[in-house]
């Protein structure tokens, strides 16, 4: 038998569906040991020496992992494609390392896929690594960060400002750029400019909308008109005029699409669109990711929502080609075209966010959900 964890119960019974009796899906519930919060779990002298600390439900599910490891040939490491996925896989290897819940002989593997799917997963099995060391030092890192800022910083805080919850690692330095845009928002001194622009009517009867930009052969710069009086003594010259159309200058203009969703850009067009916080965006995100049932199999509806990527793999770039084709015809078909992500430390270790099939339409799942 093979022990696989995953992060969560729903997706660990949509991949024990998938993958059948050889296996067992254990979820670990996200992570299952952290930095206790008192002094000294994080050793800045001792090389950033770290204490960790199992919480009694972790401890429930190491023993239940550990007891499915008696009987297992292979342990299988399937949590998140990310830097928290990763830095889990670590957490449990470890703990049962110092257990020595892993008998001699079992095989231990990484698996990572980008969807809840079928083929996903069984592509994802074939092709195993070990835990990449280099993600997961980014993560000690990182959260060691987050403790010595926090620990630091938080007790400060509930000095000066009672009720306060705690300090962070990013919210502080983003606190302290708010407050600095703030002061020269402050420091920053108006001046009065005004502009003049004239509702007109062509032979047809349409309207037009014009902007004053010259007065006698003069170009008007943005801060010309100074005042209500100038703006009025300059309207009552021009109103009683009589208007013509000198010149038609015609041209055609260029719109890119915009690339695919990242996690960032999701959020936003959610919360432009949809009125949804962050939070609400990512557990709607998350759902998805997960799968909803469709004929009787629960299905990932999306790709993995935590990334940085904005590239899409060739096969579903394919795929999504052959559907547009079909669908709407072959000039309507697009051109493949490549996004790369800008940011020099960005995290692409999987795609964008898109729908794991293309074929199905939003009916589909929204019917199967009720």
Same mark, same amino acid.
Request: with cysteine.
């Given at each position: ?83 928290? !996925? ?31 799917? @079928? ?97 006698? !052969?003069?170009?008007? @710069? ?72 469709? !004929? ?75």
């Amino acid at each position: 038998m093979n022990v696989v964890i995953v992060e969560s119960a729903a997706k660990a019974k949509t991949i024990n569906k998938y993958l059948g009796s050889g296996y067992k899906v254990i979820a670990s519930y996200g992570h299952v040991r952290d930095l206790p919060a008192k002094n000294g779990s994080v050793e800045p002298d001792n090389d950033f020496n770290m204490h960790w600390d199992v919480d009694p439900k972790s401890q429930k599910i190491m023993r239940e992992i550990a007891d499915a490891l008696k009987d297992a040939s292979k342990l299988i490491l399937a949590t998140d494609p990310d830097r928290e !996925g990763e830095a889990i896989s670590w957490h449990l290897l470890e703990i049962l390392n110092q257990k020595k819940a892993i008998k001699k002989g079992t095989e231990i593997e990484r698996v990572a896929f980008n969807s809840i799917t @079928k083929q996903s997963i069984l592509a994802a099995l074939k092709e195993p690594r070990k835990i990449d060391q280099p993600l997961v030092e980014a993560y000690l890192a990182r959260r060691a960060l987050d403790y010595l800022v926090g620990f630091t910083l938080s007790p400060v805080l509930w000095r000066k400002l009672p009720g306060a919850r705690s300090a962070g690692r990013v919210q502080s330095v983003a606190l302290r750029l708010i407050c600095d845009r703030e002061a020269e928002i402050e420091a920053f001194r108006t001046d009065e400019y005004w502009t003049i622009e004239a509702t007109l009517q062509t032979g047809k009867g349409e309207d037009v909308k014009a902007r004053l930009t010259e007065i006698a !052969g003069t170009t008007l @710069k943005k801060l010309d008109i100074k005042d209500e009086a100038s703006a009025a003594a300059i309207k009552a010259a021009i109103e009683k005029q009589d208007f013509e159309i000198a010149s038609v200058e015609k041209k055609a203009t260029k719109r890119n699409p915009y690339p695919p969703f990242d996690t960032a850009a999701l959020q936003m067009d959610a919360s432009r669109k949809l009125n949804f916080s962050a939070k609400q965006t990512m557990q709607v995100a998350q759902r998805l990711y997960e799968g909803v049932d469709i !004929g009787g199999e629960t299905v990932g509806l999306i790709t993995y929502m935590r990334t940085d990527g904005v590239q899409i793999i060739p096969e579903a770039v394919a795929h999504i080609r052959d559907v547009i084709s079909s669908e709407y015809g072959g000039r309507y078909t697009p051109f493949a075209r490549e996004w790369k992500t800008k940011a020099k430390n960005a995290q692409e270790a999987h795609e964008a966010i898109r729908p794991t099939d293309p074929k199905r339409k939003p009916e589909q799942p929204a019917q199967a959900s009720r």
